[in-house]
DNA sequence: GATAACTTGCACAACACTGTGCAAGTTATC
DNA sequence: GATAACTTGCACAGTGTTGTGCAAGTTATC
């Protein structure tokens, strides 16, 4: 037995199961919809809306948690690029973020809420340090367009990252190839450019690989079994 | 006097100013946030909630209005491009778009709001034909990338215009060179061949000049004293 | 098997929002 | 100046949401 006054028993296991099917549903809902409801997020967890909030204090802690997990995930990845040439470190970094596709669309539907702007933008900001430390060191090699400047640039580079990750179909495997060409494309390079570029470097655009990314925190949006409800109806 | 029967007075003119008013606040207030209540569009057009629903059945058909006045515009965009160069035809429709920002943010944020999915959609459904038009008679003229198929890369376009037009600073005059050059890049030239391509044809970056757009109607957001009657003489 | 941990279902207060009715004012138009 | 049009402010019902309390049941862990 142990010590009997600190005698708190561990969390039991399908607790910890359900607290994980949770942030797996919530995963699914607000990338959906980055409003749903609790109830909507509890039910589609297979759970009440009451046993929820038995392991998160309120809806914005559930969400402050998710931003955490993207944060750490984006973060491996901008510390896993590390290519001298800009246009490689933009490719590998297009293709890394569409693995984290499931991360990316969260954060981009949760940093439409307005109340989560701050949370979103520290959450990021390691990766966006990361493109305009690559941006700046392309347009000095001229391996980047010079008509932009870095700052706007970079930025360019993160949105088309987003929009073509989030809007544009992402299941398909031809997505991540076109992730990475528009990411290139809006760098400056022709599209020709951007194909010898990819031939060059087959491994950028080959299987996905293992995820090199964070410690702890599992996926959400991996653990299938976790996730009950609906079959994520990738529109 | 007129005939006593229907001895309708026609609405005052203070009324009509009302409704424009109404129709530029919601501009601006649903461009902000696409969820902005009634009572906060009210209150930014001056007047009180109750007043609105006179000139409204109710929040629906504020809305819709506003996205039948950007559908008459951007239909008119549309019709006014008309160029045998591709390239030229898609910088030129960014540039009319980048005239049009205020109602891309607009009908943009209103498409966030799945209610109006369909609406939007319909609306925007000319402009989409258009681009598609453009980027297949590019592709068999190789003026454009021809490693993504025409409707994706129709819609690579669109959403690239989007993105530019609503996300990034879209009042400073960079920021029309900016979606232009963009809209360039990601039709597959390089930054340089797009620069070459606008140096061939200054009057694509040249002021905003006239708006071409469809007559009367004035940019709700811009000119809240005017916009008479009807929203949109759609010829 | 005892016990604490966990879940459920219900009820409840609070809040924000929509759309409507109505009486009382104000104002443009006839 | 008479009148209809318009605006206001209030009250109201209805809806959907959040977060909490509590009693009763189930279940993993000791």
Do not use: C, K
């Not at 199961?17 to 995963?27: C, S, V, Y």
């Not at 973020?97 to 979103?120: C, F, S």
């Amino acid at each position: 037995m142990t010590s009997p006054i600190d005698a708190a028993r561990r969390p039991r296991r399908d607790a910890l199961e359900n607290r994980a099917g949770i942030l797996a549903a919530a995963h699914v809902a607000l990338a959906h919809d980055p409003r749903a409801s609790v109830d909507a997020i509890a039910r589609q967890a297979g759970l009440s809306r009451r046993a929820l909030y038995g392991h998160f204090d309120d809806r914005d802690a559930l969400v402050r948690e998710l931003v955490a997990q993207g944060a750490a995930r984006f973060n491996a990845v901008a510390r896993s690029i590390d290519d001298d040439d800009a246009r490689v470190a933009l490719a590998r970094l297009a293709a890394a973020l569409w693995n984290e596709a499931a991360h990316v669309q969260v954060l981009a539907a949760i940093a439409l809420d307005e109340a989560h702007l701050d949370e979103t933008a520290t959450a990021l900001a390691p990766l966006r340090r990361a493109v305009v430390r690559i941006v700046r060191e392309g347009q000095q090699a001229d391996a980047l367009r010079t008509d932009v400047a870095a700052p706007t640039l970079a930025r360019l580079v993160e949105e088309t990252a987003r929009t073509v990750i989030t809007r544009i179909d992402a299941s398909s495997p031809a997505a991540r190839d076109l992730a990475v060409r528009s990411v290139l494309s809006i760098a400056g390079l022709s599209w020709r450019e951007a194909a010898a570029l990819l031939a060059d470097h087959p491994e950028i655009l080959a299987a996905p690989t293992a995820p090199a990314a964070a410690e702890g925190a599992p996926t959400a949006a991996e653990a299938p079994e976790a996730a009950p409800g609906t079959p994520e109806a990738t529109e």
